[in-house]
């Protein structure tokens, strides 16, 4: 399926000799104890921005299901709480270093924390290393609603 949209989104762009495409098709895995975490990265170009669009998918290797945060922060004898207190933190940071008129939008901070507390499907993967990556929508401008997304380690 995301090589189908791909592959559209290239034909578009042929067709009508458009600015927009794929610029970049990644494809990553990681392999920490049974857990397999696959990672598509997609990076959509417009005429003005790129856009990565990102896939992820962790799964049980011994059972085949997908396996959620939860018992992500189980195996890895990680406390909920100690680890939400990091997302914060990580999720400020990445405001910060991000954007240079970040200052002026502290309280879109407060907004990005409630969007990552009321999200039910929290997208992450672990690295090799054990490290646990969270994908974070963030909201950059409060009157266009333009929302990225990024990447945050937590260690």
Same mark, same amino acid.
């Not at 018992?71 to 940071?93: A, R, S």
């Given at each position: ?21 794929? +610029? &970049?098709? $990644? =494809? /990553?895995?990681?392999?920490?104890? @049974?857990?397999?975490?696959? !990672? ?30 939860? +018992? &992500?922060? $189980? =195996? /890895?004898?990680?406390?909920?709480? @100690?680890?939400?207190?990091? !997302? ?68």
């Amino acid at each position: 399926k995301v090589y189908d949209q791909a592959a559209q989104v290239f034909d578009f762009s042929i067709d009508h000799n458009s600015c927009i495409g794929i +610029e &970049i098709f $990644e =494809y /990553k895995h990681y392999l920490v104890g @049974d857990m397999l975490a696959v !990672v598509l990265t997609t990076k959509y170009r417009t005429c003005a921005v790129t856009i990565p669009k990102y896939y992820i998918y962790v799964i049980n290797g011994k059972t085949g299901r997908k396996v959620n945060l939860d +018992e &992500i922060l $189980e =195996y /890895k004898n990680i406390n909920k709480d @100690d680890f939400n207190e990091k !997302v914060k933190n990580g999720i400020i940071n990445s405001y910060y270093s991000s954007f240079d008129d970040s200052k002026d939008y502290d309280y879109l901070i407060d907004e990005n924390l409630k969007t990552y507390e009321n999200d039910t499907n929290k997208k992450f993967f672990i690295y090799d290393n054990g490290n646990i990556n969270l994908l974070i929508s963030i909201t950059i401008h409060p009157v266009e609603i333009e929302e990225i997304f990024k990447i945050i380690t937590i260690e």
